[in-house]
Nanobody, 123 residues
């Protein structure tokens, strides 16, 4: 089974910083894209940032210039450095990986999700 575990969330004041990390494990054969999504109460999950295996990055307009995504292809890990945090960044942040994985009965490509880590920006 493929597992994604996020860490690094917490409570910070506006203007502060947090660094989120996502560790993967399991029968992963290859990872195409990794990224971060977030979901605030009453809102749909939205893309924050993604990075491909070739290190091409994409950011939501609301976080450009403040957040930086990075990954280690060998370890299949991804990080999100969040600076200049704003109250509107408050949400549960989810790690995502689009990967090919195998099991004794199946090899498939799909999106895998972590359980999420809470980020709260408040004074």
């Amino acid at each position: 089974q493929v597992q994604l575990v996020e860490s690094g969330g917490g409570l910070v004041q506006p203007g502060g910083s947090l660094r989120l990390s996502c560790a993967t494990s399991g029968s992963i054969l290859s990872v195409k894209t990794m990224g971060w999504y977030r979901q605030a109460p009453g809102k749909e999950r939205e893309l924050v940032s993604i990075v491909t295996s070739r290190s091409t990055t994409l950011y939501a307009e609301s976080v450009k210039g403040r957040f930086t995504i990075s990954r280690d292809n060998a370890k299949n890990t991804v990080h999100l450095q969040m600076n200049s945090l704003k109250p509107e960044d408050t949400a549960v942040y989810y790690c995502n990986a689009r990967a090919v994985a195998g099991s004794p009965t199946e090899i498939s490509e799909r999106d895998y999700w972590g359980q999420g880590t809470q980020v709260t920006v408040s004074s």
